[in-house]
């Protein structure tokens, strides 16, 4: 009775092992939970970015960023957060800081009629990827001095 009951064990263990040995099946590339997955900027291979850079994105939002009334003497920064989709499109909009009297919701309004970014990549292929900024409102772009050459003496 003893070897009967070893035997069946052996049995179906051998059965259990089996199943599990058996490659796990992945969902597809375009399901919904890959979709869900966000990566960091810090842990990316390819970062997303604008068409033509990231100077280019601040001219974008300096022209279309329009101040709120009664914020026309205000300057400061908003800092904000989103996604950029496998398409370029962001999404998952946040302020994180603001200046108040509906600065933030104009960014909000301005990186919504944003043009498509270009996504980030990992392994090749393209992902979520969570992006953070600060949008200087007011305030001018400070160029680097121009550097003088230093003539020969000579």
């Given amino acids: 009775m003893k070897n009967l009951f070893t035997l ?3 049995a179906f263990l051998q059965s259990v092992s089996a199943q599990i040995v058996d490659e796990p099946v992945a969902p597809p590339m375009d399901s919904p939970q890959d979709n869900a997955t966000v990566y960091s900027m810090a842990n990316i291979e390819g ?3 604008f068409p033509g850079g990231l100077a280019k994105f601040y ?3 300096a022209k279309n960023y329009v101040k709120p009334k009664g914020t026309e003497n205000l300057t400061g ?3 904000v957060t989103f996604v950029v989709d496998t398409d370029g499109s962001l999404s998952d909009i946040k302020i994180l800081r603001d200046l108040g009297n509906g ?3 104009e960014a909000v309004r301005v990186l919504k009629s944003c043009p498509k970014w ?3 990549q990992q392994n090749g292929k393209k992902v979520r990827v ?3 900024l600060p949008l200087r409102i007011g305030m001018t772009e400070l160029k680097p001095a121009s550097a003088t050459p230093i003539k020969d003496k000579n």
Avoid: A, C, H
């Fill in 103 to 105: 600065t933030g919701e």
């Fill in 59 to 61: 001219e974008f939002f």
């Fill in 130 to 132: 969570q992006y953070s």
């Fill in 77 to 79: 920064k908003v800092f």
């Fill in 47 to 49: 970062k997303p970015d």
């Fill in 118 to 120: 270009i996504p980030g």
């Fill in 8 to 10: 069946l064990l052996v």
